[in-house]
């Protein structure tokens, strides 16, 4: 069990990264300075540095992160009875809940640094991979390169869903619609 000022450290690196994800889904990475993000955070500029090295740090280390969590999760899920469903509704869930990070990956990966980038790149390959191998038994009939694109589509939709949300409104239920057009997506027929 971790000590009370471990807790403590790792709730400030997450409000941290948090304000970061903010602030960089806003204005950018390059607009963004580590001094307002300590504001958001509601600490001082110094205290940054107790948990990131720099700027470029903190984006590599929230980027590398995600992704990361999104592999564990991806391997959660497809130990699951129904491992598609379960990878739909993780990546759903994520993408209503980091929205401020998809934004950020959309806008900021090329700013990282190449061993961060080439790290982040590697792990979303294997969560492709996850779900190309949990597709195939839905699709008997595709090859693998027609998986890749069904996956790639159904990614489209759910990291869109931050964009949608901000223009539609409220959703009674924007994981389960979103986990349902990702699943009809990703086993639409052939025309």
């Known amino acids: 069990m971790a000590s009370l000022r471990e807790q403590a450290k790792a709730h ?3 409000e941290l990264l948090a304000a970061a994800a903010r602030l ?24 940054v540095y107790r948990h990131f090295a720099s700027k ?17 999760g991806g391997r959660a899920a497809c130990e699951s009875a129904s491992p598609l469903v ?3 509704t993780a990546h759903a869930r994520f993408a209503v809940n980091e929205s401020a990070v998809i934004r950020v990956q959309e806008r900021d990966l090329a700013s990282l640094d190449p061993e961060p980038r ?20 839905a699709v008997p009939d595709a090859d693998e390169a027609e998986l890749r694109l069904r996956v790639h589509a159904a990614f489209g939709l759910l990291n869109s869903t931050p964009h949608a949300l901000r223009r539609s409104g409220a959703v009674s239920d924007p994981v389960g619609l979103f986990t349902n ?8 027929p052939r025309r």
């Open 12 to 14: 400030r690196r997450a």
């Open 24 to 47: 960089f889904a806003a204005d950018g990475f390059h607009a963004t300075t580590l001094g307002a993000v300590a504001a958001d955070a509601g600490v001082s500029a110094p205290a």
């Open 56 to 72: 470029a740090d903190l984006l590599a280390q929230m980027l590398v992160g995600v992704s990361e969590s999104l592999l564990a």
């Open 86 to 88: 379960a990878l739909c």
């Open 118 to 137: 080439h790290r982040v790149r590697s792990l979303q390959a294997e969560y492709v991979q996850l779900w190309v191998s949990a597709l195939a038994p």
């Open 181 to 188: 057009l990702a699943l009809a997506a990703l086993t639409a």
